[in-house]
Every structure is written in C-alpha cells, then in structure tokens.
C-alpha cells in the first residue's frame, strides 16, 4: 500500500497517461488504469479496517490521525472513492464504493454551478417528504450525467451492450454538451447589437420633407452584420442543443409515463437511454416529436432564430432577444412562474373584473356623460365600443381616473352630482383596488420567492439535508459540521452510489449494495 501511495500521489500521471505501460527504474512495467482500480480497491479494503478495532469500536479521529500517510492518500483518493451510511437491521453501517467514471461528466461547468438550485428546489416540509423528492429529482440528475457521458464516448446502450453511437446523433449530442455555452454567447451578443442601435441608429427626413427614413453609419452597420451572422450560428447551434439536452429529458419523462418496464431501476434507465439516443422505432419516433412540439421552449428557439435572420434585414429585430433574460436568470424565471403559473389563474380573474368594471363604467359614460369625452374639439364617445377603448386605455393609466380625461362639470347642478359619483367610484374601485390586488399577487409572489430561499439556504447552513439533525450536534459530539455534510453525509455521494448500482452488475454486487438495491427497488428509503 505504501509502493501504492507513492505512486497514486501523482495526479497528473494518471490523468495524463491513461491506458499506458510505463517502465520504472527498476525495470518493472507499471499499468496506471489497472494500478488505479487496484489501488481504489486497497483504500476502500483500508477505511473499512479503520472504521472498526479490534472490539468494534469505531476508530476516534485521533487513531486515524496517526496514520498521517494513509490520510495524504486519502485526500487523492477522496475524489474517487465515495461512502455513505446505511441501516440494516437497527445497526449503522458506513458503505464504501467506488466512485462511477461518469464522474468525469458531474465536474463540468454547468453540473456544478446548478448544485445548489438543485437542493433548493427540494421540498422541506418533512424528513420523508423530502428524501423522497430528493430521490425522484436526482433521477433526472443521473438520466443527464449517463446521457452526456454515453455521448461524450459517442457510445449507446442496447441490450445491455455498448454500441457506437452514429456520428449525425454524436454531432447532435455534443452540440447538446454545449447548449448553455451556445445561450451564454447569444446574449451578450445581443446586449452589445442593442448597445450599437442605441449609439448609431438615427431616422432622418426624406428630401420632400413627406416622411422619415431609418439611417445608420457604414461602420455601425459592418459591426453589425458581423455580429448579426454569428447570433444567428449561435442561435441555430441553440435550438440544435435544445433539442439535444433539454427534449431528451421531457422524452425520457414521457417514456417511462406510457411505457411498462420491469421493476429494476436499472434496467428501465438502461433501456431509456438506448432509446433517447434515436435507436427508436416509428412509434417511439411520434413520441420523440410529440414531446418536441408540446414543449414551449421550442417555439420560443423558432421565434428566436426568426428574429435573428430578420435581425440581418432589419436590426430593429435584435430588441426581441433581450426577452432572453427572463429564462437566463432564475428570480426573473421563478417570479414569472410565481405569477403566471401557481397565481396565474387568480391573475387572469382580477383582470377579468376589472375589464368588466371599465365596460360597465363605459355604458354610463356613453349613456350619460358622453359630451365630457372630448379631446380638442374631438368627440371621443360617439358609440358604445369607442367609449370602451377609450375608457380602457386613458382611464385606467390616467392617475385620477377618467375625472383626468374628461371636462369638469358645472358646479351646483344635479349632473355634477352624477359625476362626482361616477369619478369617485371610478378612482376608488379600478384606480385603488384594482391596482392595489394587481400589485399585491405580484409582491406577494416575489415575497414568497425570497421567503422560499431564505428558508431554503437557513436550513442547508443548519441542517443535515439527510438526517435533518441540527448543526450544533456535530459540533458538539462529532468531527463538525462540515465534516458531516460533506463526507459522511454527502448528498452527491448518495447520488454517485446510485450511479454504482446502475453501472455495476448485479451479480458482482456486495451484500450491503444488494441491500441497499433492494430497498430503492421498492422505494423504500
């Protein structure tokens, strides 16, 4: 194990020469993949030894501390090897394995800045409530690591075998890998074409003085049309990774919704995969676009891309991009989510209302008040659906109501009265209410946004999110917090063990991993 330490210590010549034979100095030939899986092997052999002496007793920190050597190898091996803690039987029993080379994929960029959106996103109002949402989202989680590392291999599996993947869905895939990429470069993009419109366009009067004309200067329109060609690859590239990340998720979710499978978690992911990766059947093929054309997203990227070819024509086009930072940045996302979806329906019906107020309002004024409604010398009322338009886009925006677009009437008289009432009321029920309930469901929702984060990250800094047990206990009685959630306790370790249970045979199997199968198969967890 020592001759192992020395050797396994060098990072960089295991990323670097993978598959390779090296002659030593003492001429023995040394193979790093299998030295590699070898040495996992030794450390994992080693923590169990450690976890447990002679009696049984779990092993204090102070023990391991001493061996110093074995906990600088640890450090390397870390990343490789993972653990979590199980229960068989009333007895705690910590479960080491072997960390999938799908680990590969989980480093990217996008995995890892979508850590924490992930755990907030998980439901809290109970410790089974939430591992059982936890389980259930982070199969999704483990469908995008295996599909983006089949990809990256440009293999498939059918039957249980390894197939190589047809280079027209290779090229699909990859370009997938790169779908945040492709929508990062689209906007700021789009930011600096809206900058240069700003800067530089300019209308200007024809020679007959019988209208105007939209001008800009040679330079500006270059930079234009350079920048308008490559927003419109990237947009193109866009939908091409949409198509490949993001439909592959809804298909697979659509998949398993009308599809039977056996009870083996794996061999349902296993036979998802071979068929998100096009080797489908025309049934399934109908599926596949079925799923594409009920997905919003996609005519959203079809309008995208209109906008950015008109954009070459007509850069004015280049405004609709911006509508971009609505899906690119969460609050905005969740806001609208908040608004349109869970209060959208009481959204729609507080609009409702107030059109039917604006139109009741709008038969009195026409009935009785329709010589008010004049704008320089203009009869703005001369029929019941004129009146409406006009009380719907001027009384509503104005601030006092329609008292602000209509003539003062002569005082003392019993048809002031009538408009004192009809104005009043007006102001009172459309201007202060209605607007009032409007802007509250808006707050309210945003407040609710917050108040969901707050609580969210409280209970992540606090919390154990598995056992649920309070921080100061590990810092009390354990090895801290910290230790806690990120060895013992790893959620993401969770995760890399049920990537071992999928990418390991069943037959090769330890009793503790048949165990834990077992149990997820039957989702008791």
Known sequence: LLILTQHLEKADILNNMQGLNTICSDGSIFNYPALFELGKSQFILFKKLTDLDSTGRIASQKELDSWSWFLNLGDFMNRYVGSIEIVIKGDLERLYFKKPELYEVWERSDYQTGKDAFLYSIRRDGDYE??????????????????????????????????????????????????????????????????????????????????????????????????????????????????????????????????????????????????????????????????????????????????????????LCYFFHLVDALLRFRLLRELLEMVFGKNGKILLQTATLGVINVYIYSVFAFWFFQNDIIDNGIYNCQ?????????????????????????????????????????????????????????????DAFGAIRDAHTEAVEFLASKCFLC?????????????????????????????FLLHLNDTKESDYTAQEAYVASMVARRDL
């Open 130 to 315: 939430r591992i059982e949402d936890f389980y259930d989202k982070v199969q999704e989680l483990i469908f995008r690591i295996e599909r983006d590392y089949s990809i990256l291999h440009s293999y498939t599996m059918v039957n249980g075998e390894k197939k190589p993947l047809p280079y027209y869905q290779a090229i699909i895939g990859r370009i997938g890998l790169f779908y945040n990429k492709c929508r990062d470069y689209t906007w700021y993009l789009a930011i600096v074409m809206n900058i240069v419109l700003i800067s530089s366009y300019f209308s200007a009067p024809f020679p007959d003085h019988s209208g105007r004309t939209l001008q800009m200067n040679f330079i500006s329109r270059v930079i234009l049309y350079v920048l308008g060609s490559m927003h419109l690859l990237f947009s193109i590239l866009r939908i091409i990774g949409f198509i490949g990340s993001k439909i592959s998720v809804r298909y697979r979710e659509a998949l398993l919704d009308e599809s039977e499978y056996s009870a083996s978690g794996k061999r349902k992911r296993r036979a998802v995969i071979a068929h998100d990766v096009h080797q489908l059947s025309h049934v399934h093929w109908k599926l596949y676009f079925s799923v594409l054309f009920r997905t919003g997203g996609f005519y959203y990227m079809l309008i995208y891309i209109a906008f950015s070819a008109g954009g070459i024509a007509q850069p």
């Open 468 to 496: 649920g047990l309070e921080s100061g206990n590990f810092e009390r009685h354990g090895h801290g917090f910290l230790k806690h959630i990120f060895v013992e306790h790893s959620v993401w370790n969770v995760m890399f």
């Open 383 to 443: 029929n019941l659906g004129q009146c409406f338009i006009y009380s719907l886009n001027y009384g509503y925006r104005a601030g006092g109501g329609m008292a602000d677009v209509m003539n003062a009437p002569i005082a003392g008289s019993g048809y002031a009265a009538g408009r004192f009432f009809f104005d009043l009321t007006y102001f009172l029920l459309i201007i202060v209410i209605l607007t009032a309930i409007i802007s509250g469901i808006v707050i």
